[in-house]
């Protein structure tokens, strides 16, 4: 599952590969409680391990993709 986070001064977005075991319901609650205020920064862990920290005040919008398996190929 991949996270895309774009921040509002200087138009860049950062985007996270997710453990493919992450939690798509756990990850949109931690995502909401840092928009509405409750923490002023949002922690994520990417597939790696690495730890990515965004100041909430600078997150102009945050994509969460599929948690569906990419297919490789010509398939239908």
């Keep these: 599952m991949d996270l895309k986070i774009g ?3 200087g138009g860049q977005v950062i985007e996270v590969e997710l453990a493919d075991d992450a ?3 756990a990850i949109r609650k ?7 205020g409750a923490d002023s920064v949002f922690w994520v862990t990417d597939k790696k391990g690495k730890e990515l920290a965004v ?3 600078s997150i102009a919008f945050v994509q969460l993709g599929s948690d569906d398996s990419r297919s490789i190929g010509f398939g239908a």
Excluded: G, H, N, P
């Design 7 to 9: 921040i509002a001064r």
């Design 23 to 25: 939690d798509r319901v």
């Design 30 to 36: 931690q995502i909401e409680a840092a928009l509405s």
């Design 55 to 57: 100041a909430t005040s």
